[in-house]
């Protein structure tokens, strides 16, 4: 069972930054074959695309709410994918999912197939 878990989140101030990480456990897991992508979900809403990275690294792509305020990346050699946030808002409260997508639609969630448990980010006005 493959595991993707994510960290590096908590609580910053507004106009702060985070670096959220998501790693995957499984050794046998072939990461560099898959998209990587983060959703996040506040209360009361739907859980909603942030950011993709397709599995050669070579193509990006953001919400238009993030765009120029967040980067995602990847390390395939230690099976890890990023998310950089900067300038942050207190709109950005959520919790942030990281998860696997083996052939797209890389916006889509119901194409991800593995999942994080999510973690908390908040942000204070």
């Known amino acids: 069972q493959v595991q993707l878990v994510e960290s590096g989140g908590g609580l910053v101030q507004a106009g702060g930054s985070l670096r959220l990480s998501c790693a995957a456990s499984l050794r046998t897991f072939t990461f560099s074959s898959y998209a990587l992508g983060w959703f996040r979900q506040a209360p009361g809403k739907e859980r909603e695309f942030v950011a993709y990275?397709?599995?050669?690294?070579?193509?990006?792509d953001n919400a238009d709410s993030v765009k120029g305020r967040f980067t995602i990346s990847r390390d395939n050699a230690k099976n890890t994918v990023y998310l950089q946030m900067h300038s942050l808002k207190p709109e950005d409260t959520a919790v942030y999912y990281c998860?696997?997508?083996?052939?797209?639609?890389?916006?889509?969630?119901?194409?991800?197939?593995?999942w994080g448990q999510g973690i908390q980010v908040t942000v204070s006005s």
């Open positions: 990275i397709h599995w050669s690294g070579s193509l990006t």
């Open positions: 998860a696997a997508n083996p052939r797209g639609p890389y916006k889509d969630r119901a194409s991800y197939v593995y």
